[in-house]
């Protein structure tokens, strides 16, 4: 016969299991469409570039330049931006962010000039900064720890996806030349631009702020979901007392953030140059380079969530990104040595498909040490020293195309911080298990004998 206890245990597991059912299937759509049109509008101009470059006489060096001003307003306004997200909550502020840089996105199309490009680009950075973040300390909101890298891949799978759906529209939109009077990279932007803005308001209608504003929660649910959060909360290393300070001189959120800025950097390299390298070694259409970059997409999104559900079943974080990491360098090695275009194809596809595979471990690792207020200010440190990364890859790329006349020299430089990255997480990591065998030891010696 089965205990009193035991009930009790399957009703709590039964009850938490339909909490988590319900905040993934009303939340991660609607924040995954979000991102997917953020991150689309923030690398399209790799496929503009194949006609607005020549259009605008810009050179490589221009283009670079112009693609990463995009991260440094990013960076620039992070953490205040997710401090506001605090003061006016989450729905209202990520709505906001995405009807502003929806609109800035839409008025790349009207640039001219150098400075206008570089102006707006700047803008539209600081527009869509703290998107990102405020939806990773909006996830730790809904989803335990021991469920984050999974919640985190399905959301996140919307980066890989929209690369499918860039690449699969970039050449019929770029076949718009012409029409009404505007060029096929005008048309781009503003057929990319305008869902943004729109759906904002699905944000502002669809989001409620945090689980106890969740109509579709039921009471034991959203009591559930607290106490699993407030569990959470105490075995983290700077918790919900910790001040906003303390967050953002952590040395962990540093070496978090030097993880991701050497990733990034790297894929920011390839992602912003990756349709002119593939049509150059190909030979082929922007509509059949769009269609290539659209398969890397799908190929990226399972290892997305393959790698990101075997990390939490699991449980173990630190290889699921350093592996990745060094099949990044690889990637990158081969294609900057062979000249075959099916070997250039083959290893960048590695490289961006190791990238995507460690997004989900990766970006779980902070929620195992920031929680509450001091997550909010951690993770947005943590993304603004990341988004650095958007300036310095671009801006290598375009300097050193411009000074050798090919991308070998640049995608060869990306094997230095693709195994950077592999270095930080492999420091983080055992410092974080020195700390739990640390916080472990403590805990026994104050135990009554």
Known sequence: MPSVGHDHEQGDRAIGASAQRKAALRLLPIISIGYGLAYMDRINISFASLRMNSDLHFSATVYGLGAGLFFIGYAFCEIPSNLL?????????????????????????????PWQFYGVRLLLGMAEAGFFPGVLYYLTLWFPASMRARAVSRFYIALPLSSVLMGAVA???????????????????????????????VFLWILPDGPMQAAWLTVAERMWLK????????????????????????????????????????????????????????????????????LFGVAGAAAMLLNGAHSDRTGERALHCILPCILMAVGYAIASYVRIPWMIIASLALSFVAFMAMQGP????????????????????????????????????????????????????????????????????????????????????????
């Open 227 to 294: 106490r699993q959060l407030d569990a959470d909360s105490a075995h983290a290393h700077i918790g919900h007392e910790a001040g906003v300070m303390r967050a953002l001189l952590s040395p962990k959120v540093w070496m978090i953030g030097a993880y991701f800025l050497c990733a990034l950097t790297a894929n920011y390299a390839y992602y912003f140059s990756a349709p002119a390298i593939l049509q150059g070694a190909t030979g082929w259409s922007v509509t059949n380079v769009g269609f290539l970059v659209a």
């Open 171 to 201: 050449g019929w939109l770029m076949g718009l030349q012409g029409r009404l009077g505007l060029s096929g990279w005008q048309w781009l932007f503003l057929l990319e631009g305008l869902p943004a803005a729109l759906f904002s308001f």
């Open 362 to 449: 990766a970006l779980a690792v902070p929620t195992q040490f920031l929680a509450g207020r001091a997550a909010a200010a951690g993770i947005a440190a943590m993304n603004t020293i990341t988004m650095f990364s958007g300036f310095i890859g671009p801006y290598w790329m375009g300097v050193t195309k411009d000074a050798t006349g090919t991308y070998w020299l640049g995608l060869r430089g990306l094997v230095i911080p693709s195994l950077g990255a592999a270095l930080a997480m492999f420091v983080l990591t055992r410092s974080l298990a020195r700390s739990r065998g640390i916080a472990a030891g403590a805990v026994l010696a104050n135990e009554p004998a």
């Open 85 to 113: 997200l605090l003061r006016f909550g989450p729905k209202r502020w990520l709505a906001r962010i995405m009807f502003t840089w929806g609109l800035l996105a839409t008025a790349m199309m009207f640039v001219k000039t």
